[in-house]
């Protein structure tokens, strides 16, 4: 009977048959362990000489890594095994025998496994972090679904430029200048003015020179945006949703946090409500551990971000940021015009911001009045205007990253290993 690895619990002391890769394989003269894997699923089979065909024993001691085969064995229960069960195997037929391997089980450096990105997904670890961004993906739908939203796809050419100016990509339009889309919010709040609450999930892009462990070029983000929602209303919707895709990890995805060495302690404590802390604050608790280097009005960098997140064990929010850090389209503070209804959502364990919020201005003078400051052209965002001319209401959203929160729940150092084809400063190979 046909099986694939993770459904191999389903046929404890049966015979199987299941497409697979070798992964790796070790053997003696007598038994040669075969580590195989199909996608779902990474197991053990065992073939012993004695036990099996002259020519199937021939077949495991010659095979090469990543030779594509169907093996057929008995399924056996094995505590101790990662997945818990094993394979007695008692068949081998090799579909292609695959040559000189470029990913061996040695060390290899990065730039080597980088170039080699096609093939190095195949690995257990590469494995575990896509099946956990994976479950990050699915717990989100779940997550906004159950919470009555609307899942809306902003375009990726556009117009217009919400996060600023300089980190943009331009593209010929026909005869028009285009950008991909850095951000899809201001669509999202047009239709968050048709459907009330929306969410997108989709690739945005930034031309950003930065070469740090936190900066794709091409990332994934999912935006929620919310009609009559003030600032703190779109803060617990952040904390009750971050909360939600670290436990739905944490419950679907103990073997792939086990493969990655992952000290699911710590995520155990991400459950909402999570603390907030204001700029103001954030940067006396700087000075206070000796960063004389930022000042008021300074925006903070990754040490400061860590530094912030090592006085708590849950995610941060650092409210009220300076008007000036933020883009245009920020809710002033009603008391304060110096800072705004803002927030960065910080992880844990020096990840950094995970995600960025605020309330929308809704007032039309004041929106109008800010895109003039900011130098924007007035007829790309002529229609983002009317929104506040045909019943604007109060409206809140923030935009999540994906690969940074892949990386802060799996533990890896790097967004490179969070994405599948990383797009990175001065890499589109693959
Ligand atoms: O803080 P950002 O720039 O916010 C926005 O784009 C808003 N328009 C979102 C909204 O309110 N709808 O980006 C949001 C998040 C960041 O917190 C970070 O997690 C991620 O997107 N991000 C990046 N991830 C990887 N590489 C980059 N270069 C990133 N830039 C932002
Ligand atoms: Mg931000």
Redesign the pocket.
């Known amino acids: 009977m046909k099986s694939t690895i993770a459904e191999v619990y389903k046929h404890v002391g049966e015979e199987v048959k299941i497409g697979a890769w070798l992964a790796n394989k070790r053997s003696s003269g007598k038994i040669a362990f075969l580590q195989l894997r199909d996608g779902t699923g990474f197991i053990q089979g065992v073939v012993v000489k004695n036990e099996v065909a002259e020519e199937v024993f021939q077949a495991a001691k010659s095979v090469t890594q990543e030779s594509s085969l169907y093996v057929t064995g008995v399924v056996q229960k094995d505590e101790r095994s990662p997945l818990g069960y094993e394979l007695t195997v008692k068949g081998i037929e090799i579909i292609q025998l695959a040559s000189d391997y470029p990913i061996t089980p040695k060390e290899h450096g990065t730039e080597f496994l980088m170039d080699n990105r096609h093939l190095w997904l195949r690995s257990k670890r590469q494995h575990a972090v896509m099946k956990i961004r994976n479950e990050i993906i699915r717990s989100t739908y779940e997550f906004f679904n159950n919470a009555g939203f609307v899942k809306v796809d902003p375009p990726i050419l556009t117009g217009s430029a919400?996060?600023g100016t300089t980190e943009l990509f331009h593209t010929q339009y026909f005869d028009e200048e285009a950008y991909l889309s850095?951000?899809g919010?201001l669509y999202?709040e047009a239709a968050a003015m048709a459907l009330g609450k929306v969410f997108s999930f989709g690739p945005t892009f930034?031309a950003?020179k930065?070469k740090t462990r936190?900066?794709?070029i091409e990332?994934w983000?999912i935006?929620p945006?919310m009609a009559f929602a003030n600032h703190e209303e779109s803060l617990v919707v952040q904390e009750e949703y971050v909360s939600h895709i670290v436990q739905s990890v944490l419950k679907n995805c103990q073997l792939e946090l086990k493969t990655l060495g992952r000290d699911t302690a710590k995520l155990e404590k991400i459950t909402a409500p999570f603390p907030r802390i204001t700029y103001d604050d954030a940067l006396k608790l700087l000075h206070e551990k000796g960063f004389n280097d930022v000042e008021w009005g300074d925006d903070f960098g990754a040490p400061h971000e860590t530094a912030i997140a090592e006085s708590y064990d849950k995610p941060v929010f650092i409210i009220h940021y300076p008007t000036e850090l933020k883009p245009f389209y920020m809710q002033p503070h009603p008391e304060r015009d110096d800072v705004v209804l803002c927030a960065?959502m910080i992880a844990p364990e020096g990840y950094g911001?995970?995600?960025?919020?605020?309330e929308r201005i809704y007032d039309y003078e004041l929106l109008k009045k800010r895109i003039e400051e900011h130098n924007l052209p007035e007829e790309a965002y002529n229609w983002y205007l009317e929104l506040r001319k045909y019943g604007s209401v109060p409206h809140s959203?923030?935009?999540?990253?994906l690969?940074?929160t892949v990386a802060w729940i799996s533990g890896v150092e790097h967004?490179r290993e969070t994405i599948p084809f990383p797009r990175l400063l001065n890499r589109l190979y693959p």
């Not at 911001?353 to 605020?358: A, D």
């Open positions: 919400p996060e850095q951000s919010q999202l930034r950003e930065s936190r900066h794709l990332f983000m935006e945006e960065d911001e995970i995600i960025g919020g605020s959203g923030f935009g999540l990253g690969e940074r967004v």
